[in-house]
């Protein structure tokens, strides 16, 4: 049986955990292109080195960051998300807000 | 004893000498006019296309391993066309007419059986979901049915009807399911290609694609450096890493699939059986082994290692629908790499680089798709990028406008 060390619960079989993705920049949602944000949604860099990614421990309903090795399945560390996002990202609304069409 | 036995057991020469499956290896030439990278089925089927209907033979395949290694070997040699879009059904159907001919086309037997495939229902909305693929499936010319109980009693005495409590309401019977010897369909093609004048390079991996001005120009091999008219990817399991040498990204995950056999038994199952809530699939191949598997790995790795976790679950599901290989013995088990796609479609056709052509995201549904794959392909290539009708919506760039053509509910087993 596989282990993951969670952070917040420790060491626990890994079909507790749910793999969430690579960890990667959100574009700024409401001024980025349509291509940017399909970019972010769709297209990973799925390579064999040790990856940053997104895991969900599901009985604790937790979301914590692993680096891993994408080859050799090895789990080198995990830990609290706040470590990397240390503070909140407010998206500025650049646009202008669509006008009303009057016929 | 034969008489022509006894007289060639007596000469020094054999009598096939000219008649090898295939050539022996050359050194690499410096140009060609295709390079594929990737010698497994889609490759080879891409270059006999090329050489048999489009008159195009400098082409060289380049293989890391050897022929028809990787997931070509690894797959559980399902071919189906029960599939949920039109788009898919359209394609997957011409797939399954090409390789009803293949044994007659090659001269070479690859053992195509159309023994039918039934996917059960214990569902309301899995039936709801198997009258659509039905209707669609009809449409495009395919053969399915749903049938009831009574009906899948009768095609498969031996299976238990309510599975882990999960009655089985109804099922979809794809009259034209077959399976087919996997390696067969590549050496057919490799022996055809090369017989046409292509050129198979083995143990030829390739470390870089060379590009100028959004063209690739060249391939760097272990075996050296060799330039190209265009260069066609078709390596599932390394998509990504591969299209990374050219500059690009893909929408792919890559997962294991793992899959096993037990030891052969008498002959107790025609049709191929899965079940659409079990996530998993049977079937008994012409030695009497049974063959089954499931759903991907719950998450990405580049490995073929083999987990307890999953090979426990899918046997428990195997279990319940048929109890009496609970007194089977396992023979082998293994695993494939797949390059997953959101919306389980493959990615073929064009890339940001003008003549670098894809053939990728072959996760789980590759080898049924092998033959129609090829021809497509190869009408791509010799066309210099008019990308074929069939093939069009499955272009890389419909994940930028959103445009998916979604084939999750029509996985053998659902990942």
Request: aromatic share 10%; hydrophobic share 40%; net charge negative.
């Amino acid at each position: 049986m596989k282990i993951m060390n969670c952070p917040l619960n420790g060491p626990r079989n890994i079909s507790e955990f749910v793999y969430g993705g690579e960890v990667k920049p959100m574009p700024d949602m409401v001024n980025c292109s349509d291509k940017e944000w399909a970019e972010y949604v769709f297209y990973y860099d799925n390579t064999i080195r040790i990856v940053q990614e997104w895991w969900f421990h599901s009985p604790s309903g937790y979301w914590f960051i692993a680096e891993r090795h994408t080859a050799s399945d090895e789990i080198l560390k995990t830990y609290d998300p706040s470590e990397i996002f240390k503070e909140r990202i407010d998206f500025e609304v650049k646009a202008k807000p669509a006008q009303e069409v009057v016929s | 004893m034969p008489f022509s036995l006894l007289k060639y057991g007596l000469k020094n020469d054999y009598p096939f000498e000219n008649d090898v499956d295939l050539p022996t290896p050359t050194d690499l030439k410096k140009h060609y006019d295709v390079v594929i990278i990737g010698g497994g089925g889609h490759g080879v089927a891409t270059a006999y296309y090329l050489a048999k209907y489009h008159g195009i033979t400098n082409i060289a395949i380049l293989e890391k391993g050897y022929l028809g290694g990787g997931n070509t070997a690894r797959n559980t040699a399902v071919i189906r066309s029960n599939y949920l879009t039109s788009e898919g059904v359209k394609f997957y159907t011409e797939s399954v007419d090409l390789f009803k001919q293949l044994s007659n086309e090659f001269d070479f037997n690859i053992m195509y059986s159309s023994r039918g495939q039934l996917t059960l229902a214990h569902t309301d909305a899995a039936v709801r979901s198997f009258r659509q693929r039905t209707e669609v499936n009809t449409h495009f010319g395919g053969k399915t049915e749903l049938i009831d109980p009574q009906q899948i009693k009768e095609l498969v005495p031996t299976l238990n009807m309510n599975p882990a409590d999960m009655p089985v309401l109804a099922g979809l019977w794809h009259i034209d399911g077959a399976t087919a010897r996997h390696d067969a369909v590549a050496w057919g093609y490799a022996k055809g290609a090369t017989q046409r004048g292509v050129e198979l390079h083995q143990l030829t991996e390739v470390v870089d694609v060379i590009t100028e001005n959004n063209k690739v120009t060249g391939v760097k091999t272990n075996r050296g450096t060799v330039k190209c008219g265009c260069v066609v990817q078709a390596v599932a399991g390394h998509s990504s890493i591969v299209a990374a040498m050219a500059g690009i990204k893909m929408p792919i995950t890559t997962y294991p699939l793992q899959a096993m056999v037990t030891q052969p038994v008498k002959p107790f199952l025609d049709p191929l059986v899965s079940s659409s809530a079990l996530h998993c699939y049977v079937q008994q191949t012409g030695r009497g082994e049974i063959v089954f598997g499931g759903g991907s790995d719950p998450y990405p790795l580049y490995n073929t290692r083999s987990t307890l976790d999953l090979k426990e679950s899918l046997l428990a599901s195997a279990i319940e629908m048929f109890p009496f290989m609970a007194n089977l013995k396992l023979m082998r088990q293994w695993a494939g790499i797949t390059d997953m796609t959101s919306d389980y479609s493959p990615i073929m056709g064009l890339s940001p680089v003008d003549n670098y052509y894809l053939d990728a995201g072959w996760g789980t549904w590759g080898f049924k798709s092998t033959p129609i794959c090829g021809k497509t392909m190869a009408e791509l290539v010799a066309s210099g990028g008019k990308v074929p009708d069939l093939i069009a919506p499955f272009s890389m760039d419909r994940f930028d406008v959103f445009r998916q053509v979604n084939e999750m509910g029509a996985t053998a087993a659902s990942h």
